[in-house]
């Protein structure tokens, strides 16, 4: 690494930009499915709908309700809703399709208001079209919805949205102690993780493994990505003592880069994964969820507790401490802050990936799912207490359990707006956080 | 006034004969961790008073404390800024200074120093992207024109031109006023200190807090720093600062006062306090 | 590709109202970042306010004159909460909090909840018919050609472009007035050093919050003309993306400079529409063969503007004006 052409900073960051740009749309480019690039499938033709139950004027979304589309009898793809109520299935071709609606998988409560209507025998589709196909559903008549049901639901529900905010909140929350930067691509991160696993588990032009296969090396890739960030750029700018406002701004035109690049690659629609697409939801109590829920929160909680392990009892987590405390008085006892900088970058961006794969699992790949993620991870950040990555841990999981709870009598349009707005009232009444100290508000 | 302290024993928490501060039982503590513990505190007026102690006895909090800069958690301290220091503005608080004594307890750290005790800092806060002279004129306390809704108005340039003199007075006599259009980050170290001082004055503090002012500056600008220092009391301006090195401490002060993890172990005069044994063991003790 | 009509197109845009509209915004911006270092990341919401303030009031009947006082005046309230809920606290949460309004703004206006206000997603029209009224320019098509290209404006165009360029100027001058005044002086010293600002005696909470409502004012200003000369507001206009796009502007011309915000904005404008005419062009030319849609072009050039971002911060955080030495942004 001693020859000229990486020894001046600023030539450095040049070389690791263009490095970056080009292994970006190069390699993904390459992998990725012809469809991508703007020809047939994904940006082509859809059918799509929202599963909603009107109300009193109030909608309100139903998700998991498995749709199945098939052409003349040949079945070409099943989906569920999502959160939002939402969801699409790409069809290959203009042409006529059936679109069938699994009645079992009607939460308890909802019911098709002309139950003959389980099945639209022809949906014309024209090429490129995107075909809106509607099941009019209602509250049902024979099962009530219990009040404990819906909300048991909505604890698996908030609890998987706050473990997915908790895991991707730890590189972030990390990054600001060490460095006092917030770093506003993260969130592109977040998606980052998520089109990587796509990448490898569901694109045609991708290996295909199966996504539970395509997790570790998805984490691997993001986390080289980060040290490749950290090494190229944010190093670099560290040495000619850049300041933190100029640290930010760099971060908001990297996020807004990254964001549209991925936008370019990816395609605007969102996309499943092809594993653990469709799941029988599993039944305890008044709760009834997919396993992948199950999963995602158990799996979080695990690395959570890891991560919090390796942050206490290890070396490099002491390091890492010790220069969240005070950087100049670690430097000077010997720690190599850069080095705890390139761990912390790895590391976070790893975490950041899953906790992108798993908004992914729970709801589905979009260019934009962790911009919008960043600004409840901020809410959780800033709930928990900023700077104190344990804090950031907790606060993240309140955050999500809230917003989605919040869903049970406000309108989810609202879902965001309701995490920002704890965000401000925290501010106001307990601005060091539920964790935080309040010397460090300064 | 200095010389009333002649008579005055040497013992922790005593009674000075006209006090421009008075602290009391003012306390703060970080976690398990006392860093500030002070009983009682006298700083006599018109008098260059030292504050001495080993590293972390609590020297820098106490004074983060004094001037509003960190929050107390228990005790309260007053100033009499008396009718020498000009840096009274009027409103309430100078009803309340008429009768002598203002409560600082509790006030925001820029009332403080409107209420004339200005301070310096350890690590030297120069405005990089103003110009000498500016940070200078920053420090005047009448210019209306600081005000938004006088902002665009003609007051302001006539107080500006009046203290302008004042201004590049003060700079002349700190040796900078030839640099007076630079800007204040292409000074060295040492000048900026004297800036600090020289903003510090042209605030017309009735007690001036310096950190430290002698730390990292180049031996031949030590020299003229204490000797500005010594010429403040007789100018109104009561000095208290922080010093480590005990030769420049017996030098210039007329009184000096110890702490030792965050309490006074020892106050006197410069060659009483040097020899008590507290304080030769508070400094040995931590030597390695 | 036609490098000629592509130039005389960008030119055009580079005077435009967008660009008057910018500029004016830009110059609150400078206010609270160049001047007083405050990062406020929702600037995009002091255009919002501005712009919706008015347009709901004379949908709902009011005339003109009063809709631009409560947009204004909203803009005003907008700064002073930000003010409140963060000014006491560290720095940084600033950017965090503002950022957060302007999508809690936003999705509040995207609500079927305030749909009787807002119109949600649909937005308002046609609220600004009475400043066409005033138009005191005479019907008509001005302006010149440059080699059979023409560089033209309706008298409408023309009358809403002399309006916000003129009030960029004014706003302009009233910034050079207050920083050369003695409460520029101050604002300076607290963006410097809150500590030393606050040894000084100086209220520095007051200082910054005051810069935060003039900015915000200023930046409305902006978003009303915008509103004005579209004659449609909606929400999804209101994205983070133009806070990006004014902090380029004011980064451009030099953080805390005073003509910087007008000189960038039309050098910023100008680059935009020449790598939209370029990049259409070459789409249509079919250069990128399969690899972008017609849809892309937006994206390639929301792209290179972050990418330019980086590039400034790194190489120029001085601006294109500025000199090194002086940079805000730099040193620690």
Redesign the interface.
């Known amino acids: 690494m001693s020859g000229g052409l990486l020894s001046d900073p600023k030539r450095r960051v040049l070389v690791v930009a263009a490095l970056a740009i080009m292994t970006f749309t190069g390699s993904f480019g390459w992998l990725w499915d012809g469809a991508a690039l703007g020809q047939d499938d994904v940006d082509g033709q859809q059918i799509r709908g929202v599963m909603e139950v009107i109300e009193d004027e109030e909608r309100r979304p139903v998700e998991g309700v498995e749709m199945i589309v098939s052409a003349d009898g040949v079945e070409i793809g099943r989906v569920r809703s999502d959160a939002s109520g939402e969801w699409s299935v790409q069809v290959p071709e203009a042409g006529t399709y059936q679109v069938r609606l699994e009645v079992d998988t009607l939460p308890a409560g909802v019911q098709l208001t002309d139950p003959e209507r389980v099945e639209l025998s022809a949906v014309q589709v024209r090429e490129g079209q995107r075909k809106t196909v509607r099941f009019s559903l209602g509250p049902g008549f024979t099962k009530s919805l219990s009040t404990l049901e819906s909300l048991s639901n909505l604890v698996v529900l908030g609890l998987r949205l706050g473990a997915i905010i908790a895991l991707s909140s730890v590189g972030l929350s990390l990054l600001y102690s060490i460095s006092g930067m917030f770093n506003f691509a993260h969130g592109e991160l977040v998606t980052l993780g998520a089109m990587l696993a796509y990448l490898l588990s569901t694109s045609p032009g991708g290996p295909q493994w199966h996504l539970a296969a395509a997790v570790f090396p998805t984490m691997l890739m993001a986390g080289c990505i980060g040290g490749l960030m950290e090494f190229g750029l944010w190093r670099p700018l560290r040495r000619r003592k850049t300041g933190v406002v100029g640290l930010t701004l760099v971060s908001i035109g990297f996020s807004l880069f990254l964001r549209y690049l991925l936008l370019l690659i990816f395609g605007q629609s969102p996309k499943p994964y092809k594993n653990f697409n469709i799941q029988d939801p599993i039944e305890f109590l008044t709760v009834s969820t997919p396993p992948k829920n199950l999963f995602i929160i158990g799996l979080a909680v695990l690395l959570l507790l890891g991560g919090g392990m390796l942050l206490r009892y290890t070396r490099i987590g002491t390091a890492i401490r010790a220069v969240a405390d005070n950087r100049e008085l670690a430097e000077s006892s010997g720690i190599d802050v850069h080095h705890v900088f390139l761990v912390t970058w790895i590391v976070g961006t790893a975490l950041t990936a899953l906790g992108g794969v798993f908004l992914g699992i729970g709801e589905s790949v979009e260019w934009d799912m962790g911009f919008k993620l960043l600004l409840l991870i901020f809410a959780g950040m800033v709930l928990g207490g900023i700077g104190t990555t344990f804090g950031a841990m907790v606060g993240g999981f309140a955050i999500g359990f809230l917003v989605e709870i919040s869903t049970y009598w406000v309108d989810v349009q609202f879902k965001t707006a309701i995490g920002l707005g704890v965000l401000v009232l925290m501010l106001l009444f307990r601005p060091q956080g539920l964790m935080g100290l309040r010397g460090r508000i300064g | 006034m200095a010389e009333a302290l002649k008579s005055v024993p040497g013992r922790p928490g005593v009674a000075k004969p006209s006090p421009i501060l008075v602290v009391e039982g003012v306390r703060r503590a970080f976690g398990g961790l006392v860093a500030v513990d002070v009983e009682h505190l006298e700083i006599q007026r018109s008098s260059v008073t030292a504050l001495i102690g080993p590293n972390g006895s609590g020297k820098t909090t106490l004074f983060n404390l004094l001037c509003g800069f960190d929050s107390v958690d228990e005790g309260e301290w007053r100033i009499f800024p008396g009718s020498r220091g000009g840096g009274v503005q009027p409103g309430p608080e100078a009803e309340e200074s008429k009768l002598g004594e203002v409560r600082l307890t509790g006030r925001q750290s820029y009332e403080i120093a409107r209420l004339g005790m200005v301070r310096t800092f350890q690590l030297t806060k120069s405005l990089s992207l103003l110009s000498v002279l500016d940070n200078v004129l920053l420090a005047a306390k009448d210019q209306v024109g600081e005000r938004l809704s006088r902002s665009l108005g003609r007051r302001w340039r006539e107080i500006d031109e009046r203290n302008r003199s004042a201004a590049m007075e003060i700079l002349e006599r700190f040796g900078l006023a030839h640099m007076s259009d630079e800007y204040a980050g292409a000074l060295s170290g040492g000048q900026r200190k004297l800036l600090e001082l020289a903003r510090a004055v042209m605030a017309r503090p009735s007690l001036l807090l310096l950190d430290e002012p002698l730390a990292g500056v180049n031996p031949a600008l030590v020299e003229s720093i204490l000797e500005h220092l010594l010429k403040f009391p007789a100018e109104g301006m009561t000095v208290l600062f922080v010093e480590h090195s005990m030769d420049m401490v017996m030098s210039i002060s007329d009184w000096v006062v110890c702490l030792e993890e965050g309490s006074v172990i020892a106050e006197g005069p410069p060659e009483v306090v040097a020899s008590d044994p507290l304080v030769v063991d508070a400094y040995l003790g931590r030597e390695e | 590709m036609d490098w000629l009509e592509i130039t005389v197109d960008s030119l055009r845009g580079s005077v435009s109202l967008v660009a008057a509209a910018y500029a004016l915004s830009s110059i609150g911006l400078n206010l609270q970042f160049g001047s007083a ?1 405050l ?1 406020n ?1 929702g600037h995009v919401a002091s255009m919002l306010v501005g712009a919706y303030g008015m347009a709901i009031v004379v949908d709902l009947g009011g005339p003109l004159l009063l809709g631009v006082l409560v947009g204004v005046a909203a803009a005003a309230l907008l700064g002073w909460l930000w003010g ?3 000014l ?3 720095a ?2 600033l ?3 503002t ?3 302007g ?2 703004l936003r ?2 206006i ?4 305030a749909n009787p206000f807002t119109k949600s997603v649909y937005g308002i029209q046609r609220f600004a018919d009475e400043f066409y009224d005033w138009n005191p320019i005479p019907d008509g098509d001005y302006g010149f050609e440059i080699a059979s290209n023409p560089i033209r404006f309706s008298e409408r165009q023309l009358w809403v472009m002399s309006v916000c360029w003129g009030l960029a100027i004014l706003a302009t001058l009233l910034f050079r ?2 920083m050369r ?6 604002v ?2 607290v ?3 809150e ?10 909470y007051l200082y910054k919050q ?1 810069a935060l409502i003039i900015g915000s004012v200023i930046g409305a200003l902006g978003g009303i003309l915008l509103g004005i000369e579209t004659q449609n507001v909606y929400p999804d206009f209101y994205i983070p ?1 133009v806070t ?1 796009n004014a ?1 380029a502007i004011v ?1 451009l011309g030099g953080a805390g400079s005073v003509w910087g915000p007008m000189a960038a904005s039309i050098i910023y404008w100008f680059l935009f529409e020449w790598l939209d005419g370029v990049i259409n062009s070459a789409m249509t030319e079919g250069y990128f063969g ?4 017609p ?2 072009s937006g ?2 050039r ?2 290179l ?6 590039c ?4 120029r ?1 001085q601006g294109l004006f500025g000199r090194r ?2 940079v ?5």
């Open positions: 270092g990062l990341f409140i809920t963060t006491r606290l560290r940084d949460y950017t965090v909090v950022l957060s309004f999508e809690i999705f509040l995207r609500s079927n909840w007035s207050l005044s003695p409460w520029g002086r101050t300076k010293a963006r410097e050093d500590d030393a600002a606050r040894s000084l005696g100086k209220n520095v005051q993306l990006i902090f980064i399969l690899l972008f849609e849809a892309d994206r390639i929301t792209v503007l972050g990418i330019g971002l980086v400034l911060m790194v190489f955080p030495r002086e805000i942004l730099g040193g620690t």
